[in-house]
């Protein structure tokens, strides 16, 4: 078990790291912020911390649907997990790019098994784009590296 764990270790690593990141912003935005819908500004009609939840998904999509969402994001961190224990050693930018997927599912289903809801407070208020949270951030970030990955120019064979 030492070695499933240690074969895929930055995987661990960025999920956790990022994990912990995501909870600790919700944690300071639920304590600091006294209503839903305070905002402040950190640039002016630019980007605000905005205290809101979200019960749905993405860009609130599937509203209210937080029961089988709780479900979901369980099931895709369990799948990740059993994953990256049974594939073989992934190259780094694999378990980096899983492991922000992982922290991301992780990150918003504590939220929805915790309270019903996610916390979101990312406001960016120039390009009126729906508020999120870091977990949102880090399953972006996650995809993106995957999807590099998945396109980037393979070296010819002679």
Not at 47 to 52: A, E, N, S
Not at 78 to 101: D, K, N, T
Not at 120 to 137: E, G, M, T, Y
Request: net charge positive; charged share 10%; glycine share 8%.
């Amino acid at each position: 078990m030492r070695y499933a764990l240690l074969k895929n270790r930055w995987f661990w690593m960025t999920a956790l790291t990022a994990l912990v990141l995501d909870q600790i912003t919700k944690y300071w935005i639920r304590t600091s912020f006294d209503l839903l819908g305070e905002t402040v500004p950190i640039v002016p009609g630019v980007f605000h911390f905005t205290y809101v939840i979200n019960t749905g998904a993405a860009f609130s999509l599937f509203a209210g649907g937080v029961e089988w969402l709780r479900w979901l994001s369980l099931l895709v961190s369990i799948g990740l997990m059993i994953y990256a224990l049974i594939s073989p050693r992934w190259i780094l930018l694999e378990q980096i790019g899983f492991g922000f997927i992982l922290s991301g599912a992780l990150g918003n289903g504590i939220c929805r098994f915790l309270y019903s809801h996610v916390i979101d407070f990312l406001d960016f208020r120039l390009i009126n784009f729906p508020v999120f949270n870091l977990a949102d951030v880090f399953i972006n970030i996650g995809i993106a590296c995957l999807l590099y990955l998945a396109f980037r120019p393979q070296p010819v064979q002679p």
